[in-house]
């Protein structure tokens, strides 16, 4: 019981951090943008150091005797929860963009930002899958480094951070509380070891940070000039929880 509420303590912490980090850097004026990055920096590259200390490590910090002691706490924990969760910050922000809440982006260079951080962060944690070839806690496949759930739910978060965080920050920094869920309910499910929740966490944050800096693709939007009708909306098939999009011009 002691180590699961250690993790918890952890999952609160990150997120505690997330939010001070971003809150020293907004807005960061023009000359000291590369410092605000850097100190932007900071919690990703603490999330992933940390997952492979635990992830390489033996004795009381390894990913075997946390894992241990969750599992003895919480015996029979099953939940499907963690695949539906990690959407609630994408869907949120659609929902904002409805009631027609201010944000940085309009809904297209939204969607374009989050399918970009979206497919980058997918290939590196699946590189890394394929590369590392871990095995899941529950012995199901050699997919388990890093957390494809958690990165996914950060990356949704940290869109959702970027949009509304000079206009709503309550709204913006509530993804947060939803990934870190989606990470935590990965390890209660037996799905994933601590250390790959914490290296997708910091991935799926450090991916989605860069494509903001960076704008990729910023003056690309066909429907700029158009008027343009988008109804966004949960979908479930085969047992597959997604996205639908409907725009029409």
């Not at 509530?174 to 250390?195: D, I, Y």
């Amino acid at each position: 019981m002691r180590i699961s509420k250690v993790i918890i303590a952890i999952i609160f912490t990150v997120f505690y951090i997330k939010v001070n980090a971003q809150v020293d850097s907004i807005p960061a004026p023009s000359p000291q943008k590369s410092k605000s990055f850097l100190k932007q920096s900071i919690v990703p590259v603490s999330l992933i150091g940390a997952g492979l200390v635990i992830n390489y490590s033996n004795g009381a910090i390894g990913k075997e005797n946390i894992q241990d002691g969750i599992s003895n706490a919480f015996p029979d924990f099953s939940t499907h929860a963690d695949d539906y969760i990690l959407f609630v910050p994408a869907l949120t922000m659609y929902t904002a963009d409805l009631l027609k809440i201010e944000s940085k982006n309009d809904a297209f260079t939204q969607t374009k930002y989050l399918l970009i951080a979206g497919i980058a962060t997918n290939l590196v944690t699946y590189g890394l899958k394929y590369a590392t070839a871990e095995t899941r806690p529950n012995g199901e496949d050699l997919l388990s480094f890093p957390s494809g759930h958690t990165a996914n739910a950060f990356v949704m978060a940290t869109v959702l951070f970027h949009e509304f965080k000079d206009t709503k920050p309550v709204l913006a920094y509530s993804g947060f509380v939803f990934a870190s869920a989606t990470g935590a309910l990965r390890v209660l499910n037996n799905e994933h070891w601590v250390s790959d929740v914490l290296v997708g966490a910091g991935i799926g944050i450090m991916v989605t940070d860069l494509v903001y800096r960076f704008e990729p693709l910023k003056n690309w939007n066909p429907f700029k000039n158009k008027k343009v009708s988008t109804i966004i909306s949960p979908s479930y098939k085969e047992n597959t929880m997604g996205l639908y999009a409907n725009i029409q011009f």
